[in-house]
């Protein structure tokens, strides 16, 4: 696309699931479309990739669960295969430096601990049953909640040292972010968004569940075979200028000016990402200052490759839950035949920032160390170890999700969907369900759509949609 | 310096009063150095205009008080004049539907609430005395103090509502934002470089004590005319490419590539803001991360501007402080000789992003109103009213200063000066006195420009430095 101009009537910002799913709606209901995208594949935060000992992986989002309608229709349509995360046996737990075993959700070797955390989690859920999806901060007592941290709520609500243990684990590996962090009433509404904390750290029954064949990025890969052409790929766009009713998105490829002129942009990018365009006319401040209180969350996933998934041998479910150290949690990530053996981990919260600051060999030994106190000796001898450390992705700059600090939503929050002249916004972080997962990023493209569809007169585009509009 | 590339030993990005400073230390000790600016004037966020009706404001920073050394030594070396803030008679406290006055420091309507109140800041003060101001999150409990929000510390601190009223107006003029946004590791931090809360909101003794005659961005431009030729206008920087010991800073100006090779950079912008740039090889994870959990204030700064100064005649110093509206603080802001009147008023957190949204003609309404019930009929008919939303300024995005989000400084903390191969980061946003304040961004300057001059095996600048160099 070097050195050329191009017209149409949408485009797309983002080739991630968000900004394919609205190109999907747009083209099924007749709208010229093009989306281009920085990096040179499409999917996002989703990202299969092969390790270079030939092994299949997910650098990025990876499983699907009960409730994500949009993923499963996705995945229907394209015919691609799911099949469950590995939880036979018992999962381990290291605490205060010895290693038990449990089984369920929750480890158990500190009984009260787990009783409590159990409670908290149920409170926590209930309470966030009366956060309103589309509009969290008309909650009752909205500023109070928006105004405390989640390790706040932590201080008043738990006793028991296990018991915080035990959940900071859990909201490390749901947010890549510490609950110092967290604003409380955005922990609320993200956790109903996928119906409840307990749902969201769930193997069956949850938020992983399920995991695909082949990876999750087909899906993406899928949609932007559908859409051929329309999808450019390798061009980073650096600015938007935009009226109502007219936008151009342009850029510089191979050092030749490029520029895409349409009557509208859904921009499919995470907020604090989206801001570092060069805007013109600049964004709203409202619109702006929200994009710098939805930080990225701190996540390294970690993989681990054997030629064997061994510690099946031992009744093991290659998952653990830990106190201490870098990888704070971990799962069984074998393919569906078992013909070699993968454990996945998750570095996350303050202990990516300390990971990235050791070094790469330093890193590999620490990580090595931890898989092998907790699943033997034979777990630091893996075949390959391969890390994705998302902080350090140029186009997306953390993960799994931005996060919103306190004051943001109540400050902020009617900016993050409000179109911006002729802008709309898309993206997980804008999602009312499975907000920060890859389902939200669907529902978020097809939302979208529809505002633009609606934008420029078409008809809805349920009538000849090909599915997941709501 | 369209089309051109121009090579020097230390490019330094941004021209405010830490670019500046640091570019006056290293001209001093005979290193050849470039300052790029992107706006068309010098001084960041001090910016002294004069009205449509002739009337010189201050739009940005504007006052000077006692230990703010770097900023008075500045002062004296450029002769600029300065005079005390008026304040003689008393202020006018909105409080609950009634106008009240007082004089002091805390409006006194409800002595509980101001006893609580005088208390609090006290308290506050002596804790944040034992930050250490070089590593905010090497204190005693820093993760406890960095998981929680001011407001979180304030619900178990004050009984008083009309208490909590009194700190809310203080924090909001402080920082441009809610206590419920700020980390209060950094508020603690944050006091104690500026000598304690009751020295950042007071007039007499601390940081509002005196003004410049003629407005503060005069010290900028004495800095910048030193500086001739070497300081760039009107020139964004888009991209910065960067080694161990080389940096590319470059950018487009009138459609014309602009390139400046350098052995080192200092980049005098907020975190935010230098975020945005096109980094090569992208920032690491740390910093990018910590510029994300950095968000600016929010804050409009309102000029009302008088024939005469008529409140004087009343008795009254021109001083609000308000539980209600968008103005929660207002200050006499008349030239030194009286020769007219003017108010200046602080419109910030909640109440700016609301103010945003309301639109200029309803904007001018609430503020005329709200001037109107505190100083009387008069207050109402200025001859000019003059509005400055620095959320909505381009290459600064909200003010007064950048603040740290709850989990930011013990999490990322330690890159927030940590140079980044040839790249050195000043702006006020890293000075460990006056953070946040002009004498802050002069201080930034300085020690990163000795950090370079050490890099660059010069010898320390203290011998021929133009002083300020501690």
Chains 1, 2 share one sequence.
């Not at 996002?44 to 989002?61: L, Q, Y």
């Not at 092998?372 to 140029?394: N, T």
């Not at 972080?429 to 569809?453: F, N, P």
């Amino acid at each position: 696309m070097a050195g050329v101009e191009r017209e149409c009537e949408v485009v797309v910002v983002g080739a991630g699931f968000a900004g394919l799913a609205a190109a999907r709606d747009l083209t099924a209901a007749g709208v010229d479309v093009v989306v281009v995208e920085a990096r040179d594949r499409v999917g996002g935060r989703s990202w299969s990739v092969e390790t270079p000992a030939g092994f299949g992986i997910d650098r990025g989002g990876q499983w699907i669960g009960p409730t994500q309608h949009h993923l499963q229709a996705l995945a229907d349509e394209l015919g691609a295969e799911t099949f469950p995360t590995y939880i036979a046996g018992e999962a381990v737990e290291w605490r205060q430096g010895t290693r038990h075993t449990y089984t369920g959700l929750i480890p158990t070797s500190d009984h009260h601990a787990a009783a409590e955390g159990v409670e908290a989690i149920l409170d926590l859920d209930l309470t966030a049953l009366e956060v309103p999806l589309e509009r969290p901060w008309a909650a009752a007592d909205a500023s109070a909640l928006d105004a405390q941290t989640l390790a706040t709520w932590f201080d008043t609500h738990l006793e028991a040292p296990g018991a915080r243990s035990i959940l900071d684990v859990a909201v490390k590996a749901v947010f890549g972010a510490e609950p110092a962090e967290l604003s409380f009433l955005f922990t609320l509404f993200y956790c109903h968004a996928g119906g409840g904390l307990t749902n969201l750290v769930r193997t069956t029954g949850g938020a992983q569940e399920r995991r695909f064949v082949g990876g999750s990025q087909q899906l993406a890969r899928g949609l932007a075979d559908r859409l051929g052409h329309r999808v450019v790929t390798g061009t980073p766009v650096t600015a938007i200028a935009y009226g109502t009713d007219r936008v151009v998105v342009s850029g510089r490829r191979q050092d030749e000016p490029w520029r895409i002129v349409a009557r509208r942009a859904i921009v499919a990018m995470p907020p604090s990402i989206s801001a570092r365009l060069d805007w013109s006319p600049p964004l709203p401040g409202v619109r702006d200052q929200l994009s710098m209180r939805m930080p990225m969350g701190s996540v390294t996933k970690v993989h681990a490759i054997y030629e064997r998934p061994f510690w099946r041998d031992e009744g093991l479910n290659g998952q653990l839950v830990s106190d201490d150290g870098a990888l704070r949690s971990t799962f069984d990530d074998s393919p569906v035949d078992g013909s070699h053996g993968a454990i996945v981990g998750f570095i996350a919260g303050n202990e990516c920032r300390e990971f990235e600051r050791l070094g790469p060999a330093a890193r590999g030994k620490a990580v090595l160390s931890e898989l092998e106190r907790a699943f033997g000796p034979a777990a630091g001898r893996p075949v390959e170890l391969v890390e994705q450390h998302w902080p350090a992705e140029e186009y997306t700059r953390g993960g799994p999700v931005a996060i919103s600090v306190p004051g943001a939503l109540t400050g902020f929050g009617d900016a993050l969907r409000e179109p911006v002249g002729a802008v709309h916004w898309a993206g997980t972080e804008t999602a009312t369900e499975w907000c920060g997962y890859l389902d939200g990023a669907l529902s978020s493209g097809t939302r979208a759509a529809a505002e633009v569809l609606l934008a420029l007169g078409y008809r809805g585009p349920g009538d000849e949609g090909s599915g997941g509009v709501t």
